[in-house]
């Protein structure tokens, strides 16, 4: 595992996928069986009905080259469970929400995955809107042909209160 540490909370990038929680597990398992023998499915893969599991916890992140040279990383959707922790994010740039600090740890979690073409199970606490109360899983993997067009995010959390 790889730790990444900002301010008090660490991301942990885990690339062997031992996942705590089901959603991300179930999202890992579907996305696996979706991409069959290629390095990743494509977006057109992926059916929203056999997603019912874990569907409230999946964001659609759609990757665009911006003239600058810097990824683009646009919220194409966003589940509920998403929205309840940073609030309405479909359609809108990362940076149109979230502030500088944490917009760097989104795109180092997002840059990750993308640079290495391969999915990653993060943990970390939240740091936005002071909820640092949160812990929270996320699956990122990769959608897309030869290149990422997109990626695919299951994001779980929790009180630290709650077990596991």
């Not at 991409?35 to 569907?55: C, H, I, Q």
């Not at 600058?68 to 922790?85: L, M, T």
């Not at 042909?145 to 209160?161: A, G």
């Amino acid at each position: 595992m790889i730790e990444l540490r900002l301010r008090d909370a660490a991301l942990v990038f885990d690339w062997t996928l031992q996942f705590a929680r089901a959603e991300t597990a179930a999202a890992y398992e579907y996305w696996n069986s979706c991409r069959g023998a290629r390095a990743m499915p494509s977006r057109s893969d992926l059916k929203p009905t056999e997603m019912r599991k874990f569907t409230e916890h999946v964001g659609l992140v759609e990757v665009r080259h911006e003239t600058d040279g810097q990824a683009g990383y646009f919220i194409r959707r966003a589940g509920g469970k998403w929205e309840e922790v940073f609030g309405p994010m479909t359609g809108r740039y990362i940076q149109e929400f979230l502030p500088p600090q944490i917009e760097m740890r989104w795109r180092e979690a997002l840059g990750a995955v993308c640079e290495s073409k391969a999915p990653v199970r993060i943990t970390t606490r939240i740091q936005f809107q002071q909820k640092n109360w949160l812990k929270a899983e996320l699956f990122i993997a990769p959608l897309g042909e030869e290149e990422i067009s997109m990626l695919l995010t299951t994001f779980v959390s929790w009180s630290q209160r709650d077990t596991i």
